[in-house]
């Protein structure tokens, strides 16, 4: 179909409804073809080399996984409306005593309150310690890091989901990275341990209204000479955040007082 006039852009524009590639938002979210335990309000693929955010809704649980065994979700996420309120991965590490992400961790902000626990893991690959890639970095691996390029860095995509949601680039903090993983060798030298495979999931929920933005990138320390990243799949439905009597509450005495700091700051502004 030929593009070269403005109606013939406009057919070939129109021609492409309802066609659906490997990377791209299913709108509505409940089109999805996948199974959900509730009614889905975010469904989106996310090519390698790409992005995605979303406000999702107190209580929202949110599913990632890794296609093709080589995604890389690095992640971020803020209290909707309260920006200065985001996650702390210092403090997930610290308040938990666990420097390694999984089911039952909980993702904290620096006020000492629950953004998202993380409810299931399949992976066992994830990293709170090294943050996400830099244009520096990637421009002296890979001969550019722009977010045009072949070869993005997460903070540079990350810079522009932040953009899309008021927010500038001195409000990103270190991210967390789901689906390779690192370890930390006897000597106090990282290890970086890969993936767990194809299909590997991990499943957030949200324990206030978030802002949520993910890059789907390398991680910066994978060794592979090529910019490897495959899809992520992004699935979100209407659920009930952790209250009192759910074993996650009470798991540890750390995580007991981090969800009561949340639900006493809810309460106060009629949230909760």
């Given at each position: 179909?030929?593009?070269?006039?403005?109606?013939?852009?406009?057919?070939?524009?129109?021609?492409?409804?309802?066609?659906?590639?490997?990377?791209?938002?299913?709108?509505?979210?409940s089109?999805w073809?996948?199974?959900?335990?509730?009614?889905?309000?975010?469904?989106?693929t996310?090519?390698?080399?790409?992005?995605?955010?979303?406000?999702?809704?107190?209580g929202?649980?949110?599913?990632?996984?890794?296609?093709?065994?080589?995604?890389?979700?690095?992640?971020?996420?803020?209290?909707?409306?309260?920006?200065?309120?985001?996650?702390?991965?210092?403090?997930?590490?610290?308040?938990?005593?666990?420097?390694?992400?999984?089911?039952?961790?909980l993702?904290?902000?620096?006020?000492?309150?629950?953004?998202?626990?993380?409810t299931a893991?399949?992976?066992?690959?994830?990293d709170?310690?090294?943050?996400?890639?830099?244009?520096r970095?990637?421009?002296?691996?890979?001969?550019?890091?722009t977010?045009?390029?072949?070869?993005?860095a997460?903070?540079?995509?990350?810079?522009?989901?932040?953009?899309?949601?008021?927010?500038?680039?001195?409000?990103?903090?270190?991210?967390?990275?789901?689906?390779?993983?690192?370890?930390?060798?006897?000597?106090?030298?990282?290890?970086?341990?890969?993936?767990?495979?194809p299909?590997?999931a991990?499943?957030?929920?949200?324990?206030?209204?978030?802002?949520?933005?993910?890059?789907?990138?390398?991680?910066p320390?994978?060794?592979?000479?090529?910019?490897?990243?495959?899809?992520?799949?992004?699935?979100?439905?209407?659920?009930?955040?952790?209250?009192?009597?759910?074993a996650?509450?009470?798991?540890?005495p750390?995580?007991?007082?981090?969800?009561?700091?949340?639900?006493?700051?809810?309460?106060?502004?009629?949230?909760?």
């Amino acid at each position: 179909m030929a593009t070269a006039t403005t109606h013939g852009a406009r057919d070939h524009a129109r021609a492409q409804h309802g066609t659906r590639n490997g990377a791209m938002p299913v709108v509505p979210a409940s089109d999805w073809p996948d199974s959900a335990p509730g009614t889905p309000v975010w469904a989106e693929t996310v090519a390698g080399g790409n992005y995605t955010h979303r406000v999702l809704a107190r209580g929202t649980e949110l599913r990632l996984t890794d296609l093709a065994g080589d995604a890389c979700a690095h992640l971020l996420l803020y209290a909707e409306g309260r920006p200065w309120e985001r996650l702390n991965t210092a403090d997930t590490v610290k308040v938990q005593w666990n420097a390694y992400l999984g089911a039952g961790r909980l993702l904290l902000s620096d006020q000492g309150r629950v953004l998202a626990s993380v409810t299931a893991d399949s992976s066992g690959r994830h990293d709170a310690l090294c943050g996400t890639s830099t244009l520096r970095r990637n421009t002296e691996r890979y001969g550019d890091g722009t977010p045009q390029s072949a070869s993005p860095a997460g903070r540079e995509l990350l810079k522009l989901a932040a953009s899309k949601n008021g927010l500038e680039p001195r409000d990103l903090p270190p991210s967390l990275s789901f689906f390779q993983g690192v370890r930390i060798r006897e000597d106090g030298t990282t290890e970086f341990t890969g993936s767990a495979g194809p299909g590997a999931a991990a499943t957030l929920r949200a324990e206030q209204d978030l802002t949520v933005l993910i890059a789907n990138v390398p991680h910066p320390l994978d060794p592979r000479p090529a910019y490897t990243s495959t899809p992520l799949e992004v699935l979100a439905w209407r659920a009930r955040p952790t209250s009192p009597g759910d074993a996650l509450w009470d798991a540890t005495p750390e995580g007991r007082r981090a969800f009561l700091n949340t639900v006493d700051f809810l309460t106060a502004r009629g949230l909760a």
